[in-house]
Nanobody
Framework: QVQLVESGGGLVQAGGSLRLSCAASGRTSSSYVMGWCRQAPGKEREFVAA????????YDADSVKGRFTISRVNAKNTVYLEMNSLATDDTAVYYC???????????????????WGQGTQVTVSS
């Protein structure tokens, strides 16, 4: 089992940047894919980005491609989401997620993740 804790959310103006962090604990010696998902009010949760165990492979949703960058430092059991050129449509609760996997696995379907953080609010004002 893996426990996840997000941080770094907040209020930012459109066009601004934020960096989210997610610290993992528990059975972190096993390989696991990590991802970020988000959920806006009244909308279904959606996938944002994923990164493989070794960090060599990433996958971004079309809506964030070129603006968001996912990365991880396994020595710190931490995954990051660098968000640039934020727009009001990016306003949502952002969740970190994980699933035990092969070292090259990527998951772009939020329903396939097993563990979730509590979420961090990101609000983008116009």
């Amino acid at each position: 089992q893996v426990q996840l804790v997000e941080s770094g959310g907040g209020l930012v103006q459109a066009g601004g940047s934020l960096r989210l962090s997610c610290a993992a604990s528990g059975r972190t010696s096993s390989s696991y894919v990590m991802g970020w998902c988000r959920q806006a009010p009244g909308k279904e949760r959606e996938f944002v980005a994923a990164i493989s165990w070794g960090g060599g492979s990433t996958y971004d949703a079309d809506s964030v491609k070129g603006r968001f960058t996912i990365s991880r430092v396994n020595a710190k059991n931490t995954v990051y989401l660098e968000m640039n050129s934020l727009a009001t449509d990016d306003t949502a609760v952002y969740y970190c997620a994980a699933r035990f996997s092969g070292r090259q696995t990527l998951i772009n379907d939020y329903r396939q993740y097993d563990w979730w953080g509590q979420g961090t609010q990101v609000t983008v004002s116009s």
